[in-house]
Structures are given as structure tokens and as C-alpha cells.
């Protein structure tokens, strides 16, 4: 069985400032990792993804997250950011089969 | 034009009443799923369809129903819709012959309000 924990329903970062967006994750098989972003009315949209391989991923926007096998982790970072970053961060996880467990959602406030 | 399309994208119904959402896509997947968000929970499976012939009940499909009408539609209803059914709705595809482990392709979802 696979699960799902974000830590922090809300995250909020100056513009400019480091975004640290964490995930824990639990699976009984080598894990399918994710990161997706739903910007306001806007469905889900992949930001990256961890299959195999090296172990930081980069994705789009300047986001990479690493997968930590020892921490079971996949934690997602961003040097510095913007505002159009703003949105909700979701973390998820796939053992290979059909079925993506999604976290609860991370949202991301940037201030001014 | 976007890949899924849902309709309605916003709806506003009675308790009791029979409603119907609607997916279609562009992608060419065998693989369609619904979702319900509630804020705070994440995304939650309804039912999913690996293709026209098989469908499968998520974890909360109580209340719910689907048609895979066509390999490029699905279709949600609720037979007597409850005010706890009020959340927003996605449909999503994903198809693992590209080899793309499951990454899933989102419509901008229905934002339904049962009153």
C-alpha cells in the first residue's frame, strides 16, 4: 500500500526566497514519485516526476525535488520565488500499477 | 484546444436531484479516471475505466455512477445528489503505452455545489 503526507496545508515565502514544499511518502515497492501544481480553476498539471535513475529530478518552472530513499522522501525546491508561483502543490506517489495516491495539497503563498 | 474537457464547469443543484458530468479527450488514452477535492484531503478516486469495457469503482464510489460512452468519453452521476457531494470534480487520463508510469493529464475540472 502506498501513502501520501505533505507537511504544511500552507507554505508562504517572500518573492525571491527559497520554496521548500516537503513530502513523505510510504510504499511497499519501489515508488512512482510526482509532483503536481493546480493553479486557481485550473485543473492538475505534472511539474515533475521521479521514475528511475537520478535522483533530482528537474521539472518546469525551475522547480527539482530529490527522491530520498533512505528519508522516504521526495521533498520539492525552487531557489528563489515568483509570484506566479502561487498555487497548490500536490505530492504523489504510484507503485506501478493504475492507482496514484495524491497528498492533501500543499498551498504556496508568495509575498511581495 | 485543451487535451480534457469537462462539462458543465460549474454547476448548482437540489438535494435529490440527478446530475451528470461529463469528460471527453483528445489524448487518445485508454485510461480515464474520476476525482473528487474537498480542501484539505487531497484528491479522492471515484471510479476509473481502463478502457470502454472496464470499469472499476474507486475508494469512495457510494453515490456515484459512471458510462464509458466511447474510449474518449466518461461520464459521472450522481443518481440523488447529497449536500456533502459538493466539492470540485476532475477528470483525468493516463496511458501507460508510452511507457510514462502513470503520469495523469487533468481537465480544469466542475466545481459542483449541492444545496
Known amino acids: 500500500a502506498q501513502s501520501v503526507t505533505q507537511l504544511g496545508s500552507h507554505v508562504s515565502v517572500s518573492e525571491g526566497a527559497l520554496v521548500l514544499l516537503r513530502c513523505n511518502y510510504s510504499s511497499s515497492v519501489p515508488p512512482y514519485l510526482f509532483w503536481y501544481v493546480q493553479y486557481p480553476n485550473q485543473g492538475l498539471q505534472l511539474l515533475l516526476k521521479y521514475t528511475t535513475g537520478a535522483t533530482l529530478v528537474k521539472g518546469i518552472n525551475g522547480f527539482e525535488a530529490e527522491f530520498k530513499k533512505s528519508e522516504t522522501s521526495f521533498h520539492l525546491t525552487k531557489p528563489s520565488a515568483h509570484m506566479s508561483d502561487a498555487a497548490e502543490y500536490f505530492c504523489a506517489v504510484n507503485g506501478g500499477g493504475f492507482k496514484t495516491i495524491f497528498g492533501a495539497g500543499t498551498r504556496l503563498f508568495v509575498k511581495a | 484546444d485543451a487535451d480534457v474537457t469537462q462539462t458543465p464547469r460549474n454547476r448548482i443543484t437540489k438535494t435529490g436531484k440527478r446530475i451528470m458530468l461529463e469528460c471527453s479527450q483528445t489524448k487518445g488514452h485508454d485510461r480515464m479516471y474520476w476525482y473528487r477535492q474537498d480542501p484539505g484531503l487531497g484528491l479522492r478516486l471515484i471510479y476509473y475505466s481502463f478502457d470502454v469495457k472496464d470499469i472499476n469503482k474507486g475508494e469512495i464510489s457510494d453515490g456515484y455512477s459512471v458510462s464509458r460512452q466511447a474510449q474518449a468519453k466518461f461520464s459521472l452521476s450522481l443518481e440523488s445528489a447529497i449536500p456533502n457531494q459538493t466539492a470540485l470534480y476532475f477528470c483525468?487520463?493516463?496511458?501507460?503505452?508510452?511507457?510514462?508510469?502513470?503520469?495523469?493529464?487533468f481537465g480544469p475540472g466542475t466545481r459542483l455545489l449541492v444545496l
Open positions: 483525468a487520463t493516463s496511458d501507460l503505452k508510452t511507457g510514462s508510469q502513470e503520469t495523469q493529464y
